[in-house]
């Protein structure tokens, strides 16, 4: 069964307005929590890990302030895509990390029109 | 910086034509190699972890080896339903990807 949850699965929505993609940890307890961004035909590029109970951390080149991730329980990380442009349209999939396991969620594709 | 290459980007098989995806990585402390499946659309799959130079792991059609500098993901006898994109990804303590293989299998 799933081990990784996220949600929505498809979310369509006009620019300038906020998004947030929920991720669930179904089976176990998460301190950290990883979002990655994917393009088509490209591989899975790390955005932010996300630590429950503090601020997240980005990756160089991700605006903090346009994707915010709070961490509020050890099995629910949130990734909000504030403002949204046409150009963060992508696949939004999100990872958990478990005795050195990696389950990833099946993903959130993002369209901004 | 660790680093991971996968080749070849794209293969095509035919069904019952048995192949290999190379992962070729450079990292300084593995702590496991990971073996994804991802159709499009979905988020990737897992299918094998590898942790030490040796081993080796199978399900169904594939089967995948570790060496100290690459692995191997094998395919048997494929069939169309095989068909989607093989991720690689290293981990030390940090979780680096390959590109991918994407493999289309023709019936």
């Known amino acids: 069964g799933a081990v990784v949850s996220q949600h929505p699965s498809r979310v369509i929505c006009k620019s300038g307005t906020s998004v947030k993609i929920e991720c669930r940890s179904l089976d176990f307890q998460a301190t950290t929590m990883f979002w990655y961004r994917q393009f088509p035909k490209q591989s899975l590029m790390l955005m932010a890990t996300s630590n429950e109970g503090s601020k997240a951390t980005y990756e160089q080149g991700v605006e903090k302030d346009k994707f915010l991730i709070n961490h509020a329980s050890l099995t629910l990380s949130t990734l909000t895509v504030t403002s949204a442009h046409p150009e963060d349209s992508s696949f939004y999939i999100c990872?958990?990390?478990?005795?050195?396991?990696?389950?990833f969620g099946p993903g959130t594709r993002l369209t901004v029109l | 910086e660790d680093q991971v290459t996968q080749s070849p980007e794209a293969l095509r098989l035919q069904e019952g034509e048995s192949s290999s995806l190379n992962c070729s990585y450079t990292v300084s402390g593995l702590r496991g190699l990971f073996w994804y499946r991802q159709d499009p659309g979905k988020g990737p799959e897992f299918l094998f972890t590898l942790y030490s130079a040796g081993e080796e792991k199978e399900k169904e059609r594939l089967k995948a080896t570790l060496t100290k500098k690459e692995s191997f993901l094998h395919i048997t006898a494929p069939k169309p339903e095989d068909s989607a994109t093989y991720l690689c990804a290293v981990y030390d303590y940090k979780l680096s990807f390959g590109a991918g293989t994407t493999v289309t299998v023709r019936a």
């Open positions: 990872r958990v990390s478990f005795h050195n396991e990696q389950f």
